[in-house]
Each structure stands twice: as structure tokens, then as C-alpha cells.
């Protein structure tokens, strides 16, 4: 069973047209939630990290938020430059030896 | 943040022959981290590669196939073994940035 479940798999959307992203998480004991672009050919880049449910980032016409079972990112008004594969990751356990677990991703299409 | 350099970016092989990927880091860090990414799948954590000790590695990856080397705080090589058309992958390596991770620009290898 996933332990990080992004969705949807791809999603589609004209120049301005604004959506979410969605990323449910069942592991125990969160330490944070990130949010990674991953553009084709190149390593994910980092977007976001929440801590806690109720938590908001903001970046540009991003914005990242967090509940204690999921999280949402939320574009606003997209270009085609946002397009990108976007992944969500859970770190989560106990002491320092936590486990960093990542979702299978959101390939994302802005068309103009 | 820290910078990560890695190479080749990319390459071609032959099934039964190896390939070594290097990661050279702008910064000392004690812990990098190997990842592999399939084809339409989760990040991978493979080893934890920590400067003077033996590599950790997870479930399903042996030091056999994945032999790793940490010669200094700054440099990690991941060697991928007798390779089949299965380790057909997109290949990171990332350091600890904050609870986070950073990472390379992937080596995305095709075994023929």
C-alpha cells in the first residue's frame, strides 16, 4: 500500500486556468511534507516544506497547504512555464533517523 | 543551499557491463543519499552514503549491484553493476538541506 499517493496522475490546463494538486499521506509521525519540481532531464527542485496541518507557503503563483492526512498544491493562473512534473515527499519517524518516502508525482501541462 | 554536480548526465550501456556515477558536492556534508527513479515510479532511496563508513543500504538494494564509495565529505560514486534493461533508470544523489533534501541533476542511464 503507498504510503504517499499523489493525484491526480496528469493533469491538463490552459494559460490562466487555476487547479490543485492533491498529495495523501498515511504515515505516522510527520515531520514535514516538501513539494519538488522536476522538470524532464533534471533532478527535483525544491518548492516547499510544511510542518504542521494548517500550514500555508506561498511562492509566485503557488501555494502549498496541509491538513493532517493530505496536502494541496494549489496554482493560480498558470503559464506554460509551469509545466513540470511536480512531487510531493513525506519525511516521517521517530529520532534522527527519519524516513523520507515520495509520491509517483503530477505531470502537470500548461497549454497556451 | 548546497550545489550538487553530478555526472555523466546521461549514458548508454551494454546489458552485463557497469557504470559509475559521480557526485560532487560545493559544501562538506557528513550524509548523501542514491536514488533511483523508474519510469513512471516513486523516488527510490537505495544507500545512505555517510564519509568513513560502510554505504546503509534499503530493502531490495544489495552492495553487490550498487556498490557505493564516500572517499571525502564532498565526492560519493554509485556503480551500477552488471546491468540488465531492468536498471534502466534516472539515477540522483541528494545531501540533507534542512529536514530536506537537494538534489542533483540525475544521470539517466538506458541498458540495451
Known amino acids: 500500500e503507498d504510503q504517499v499517493t499523489q493525484s491526480p496522475e496528469a493533469l491538463r490546463l490552459q494559460e490562466g486556468e487555476s487547479s490543485s494538486l492533491n498529495c495523501s499521506y498515511t504515515?505516522?509521525?510527520?515531520?514535514?511534507l516538501f513539494w519538488y519540481r522536476q522538470d524532464p532531464g533534471k533532478g527535483p527542485e525544491f518548492l516547499f516544506t510544511?510542518?504542521?496541518?494548517?500550514e500555508e507557503k506561498e511562492k509566485e503563483r503557488l501555494k502549498a497547504t496541509l491538513t493532517k492526512k493530505e496536502s494541496f498544491l494549489h496554482i493560480t493562473a498558470p503559464k506554460p512555464e509551469d509545466s513540470a512534473t511536480y512531487l510531493c515527499?513525506?519525511?516521517w519517524g521517530g529520532g534522527s533517523n527519519y524516513k523520507l518516502t515520495f509520491g509517483k508525482g503530477t505531470l502537470l501541462t500548461v497549454n497556451p | 543551499s548546497a550545489v550538487i554536480s553530478q555526472k555523466p548526465s546521461r549514458d548508454i550501456c551494454q546489458r552485463g557491463t557497469s557504470l559509475t556515477i559521480q557526485c560532487q558536492v560545493d559544501?562538506?556534508?557528513?550524509?548523501m543519499f542514491w536514488y533511483r527513479q523508474q519510469p513512471g515510479q516513486s523516488l527510490t532511496l537505495i544507500a545512505t552514503?555517510?564519509?568513513?563508513?560502510?554505504?546503509?543500504?534499503e530493502s531490495g538494494f544489495v552492495i553487490d549491484k550498487f556498490p557505493i564509495s564516500r572517499p571525502n565529505l564532498t565526492f560519493s560514486t554509485l556503480t551500477v553493476s552488471n546491468m540488465s534493461p531492468e536498471d534502466s533508470s534516472i539515477y540522483l544523489c541528494?545531501?540533507?538541506?534542512?529536514?530536506?533534501?537537494?538534489f542533483g541533476s540525475g544521470t539517466r542511464l538506458t541498458v540495451v
Open positions: 541528494s545531501v540533507p538541506q534542512g529536514i530536506g533534501y537537494t
Open positions: 559544501s562538506q556534508v557528513t550524509m
Open positions: 552514503a555517510n564519509q568513513g563508513s560502510e554505504a546503509t543500504y
Open positions: 504515515v505516522s509521525g510527520l515531520r514535514g
Open positions: 510544511l510542518y504542521s496541518a494548517g
Open positions: 515527499a513525506v519525511a
